[in-house]
């Protein structure tokens, strides 16, 4: 084979080269095509728009009191009757009749203290009246007979067959008499009183209930030593603490500066922190007429329209004076949103609730408008987080930033 024939065989680089260049700007042409084609698909259905920042609140209940209270103030429930009960005497606690929680009446036998020697007191006055009954009987007896022997003594004399002499011993005789029967009636007199004082001395062993009251506290047990004043660590000066819970009141601390809109009669709702969900009605009582200087504050006590066996003496409570009373309607709770959240869209009320950082919206129903909020009746529920002030900027699915506070 010659050179010629060989040269013949070489194989042209060039032309493949420039060939497969061209393959590759078409394929990235494609490639190019195509990412433009799918961003105007996502741009278009809203992924890779920014997302619009937005503020949310959560949908959450409310008293309707709330959007008419004047202001709040904080305090204690304090029984206004209230008694450390203790003994006149001092004695030995032989019983003890009630515990804590004790529902007591008024005159009932709460304890009762060492009385023995009251009794024989008692038992010994009891005998002396009757011995004081027989020695009046025994002297109006006497007079009797007195009286008689006076009578025939001066008819006789009148007739002439009696001595004077005889007539004066009668006449002693009778009124010695009446001054013996006169001294019997001061002595049972002062046997009947010695009787009432045994019994009074016994009454004092005897610890009753001042008033109707439930038992906050019992401050001794049988075998303790009662005194009215305790004088010793081993000496009781009470037995038990007892309130009055039909004299429950809350009293709260109002600053000075606020205290003009606090008057008596008006009416509250009573919160207490043992029982977070219930709501109280109240009005004001009284205004303590001073200051705590310490505080700045002004006391006021606010007392409860309904009882409730829940309200104990010193729960911590939360007070707010309202405008106006509370009406039956109003004394429930109910769900709400700020009426800023609320839109229009084809003539019916629509919120956007945040999920996954996208705006839906949801159809509601509202009811009452309470202030600046609005009560929602179906369509959402407790803890949904809603978009503020949608209206214009809003869409359903479109994408949201939360601004953080």
């Known amino acids: 084979m010659d050179v010629d024939d060989l040269s013949r065989l070489r194989i042209e680089r060039t032309k493949y080269q420039t060939q497969r260049n061209k393959r590759k700007r078409y394929f990235s ?21 920014p997302a619009t920042k937005v503020e949310i609140v959560n949908v959450t209940t409310i008293y309707p009191s709330q959007t008419f ?46 009385n023995k020697d009251v009794l024989a007191a008692l038992d010994k006055a009891k005998a002396n009246i009757e011995v004081a009954r027989f020695e009046l009987e025994h002297a109006e007896a006497e007079l009797t007979e007195a009286a008689l022997a006076f009578n025939r003594t001066k008819e006789l004399l009148e007739s002439e067959f009696a001595a004077p002499s005889e007539f004066d011993a009668a006449e ?18 002062a046997a009947e009183a010695a009787l009432k ?20 506290t019992k401050t001794a047990d049988v075998g303790d030593i009662v005194t009215p004043v305790g004088a ?17 009141q809350v009293e709260a601390d109002v600053s000075e500066s606020n205290i003009k809109q606090v008057k008596t009669g ?64 109003e004394q429930k709770p109910v769900k709400a949103v700020p009426i800023s959240a609320i839109a229009k869209y084809k003539g019916r009320d629509v919120v956007y609730v945040v999920t996954s950082n996208r705006a839906v919206e949801k159809k509601i129903e509202v009811g009452r408008r309470l202030d600046n909020m609005v009560e929602i009746l ?11 002030s949608p209206q214009g900027k809003i ?7 939360i601004i953080e506070e």
């Open 232 to 248: 010793a660590a081993n000496v009781r000066a009470s037995v038990v603490t007892i309130a009055d819970m039909d004299s429950l």
């Open 197 to 216: 004082e045994a019994e009074v001395n016994l009454e004092y062993t005897y610890i009753r209930a001042p008033f109707d009251a439930v038992v906050l």
């Open 29 to 49: 042409l494609i490639m190019v095509l195509a990412i433009f084609a799918v961003g105007g698909i996502l741009y278009g259905t809203g992924i890779l728009k």
């Open 69 to 114: 209270t004047l202001l709040n103030a904080s305090g204690y429930v304090v029984a206004q009757r209230k008694s450390a009960v203790s003994s006149k005497i001092t004695s030995w606690l032989v019983s003890l009749f009630v515990e804590e929680g004790s529902i007591v009446k008024k005159g009932e036998i709460i304890a009762t203290l060492e």
């Open 395 to 401: 869409k359903d699915g479109k994408r949201v930033k």
């Open 266 to 329: 008006q009416p509250c709702e009573i919160q207490l922190d043992a029982l977070p969900n219930e709501r109280f009605r109240g009005e004001v009582h009284m205004i303590v007429p001073t200051a705590d200087r310490s505080k700045a504050s002004v006391l006021v006590k606010v007392a409860f329209i309904d009882k409730d066996s829940s309200i104990l003496p010193e729960m911590s409570a939360k007070v707010a004076f309202l405008k106006r009373e509370v009406t039956k309607k």
């Open 172 to 189: 002693a005789r009778y009124k010695s008499a009446i001054a013996a029967v006169a001294a019997k009636k001061a002595a049972l007199q």
């Open 378 to 388: 179906s369509g959402l529920e407790i803890g949904d987080k809603v978009v503020l």
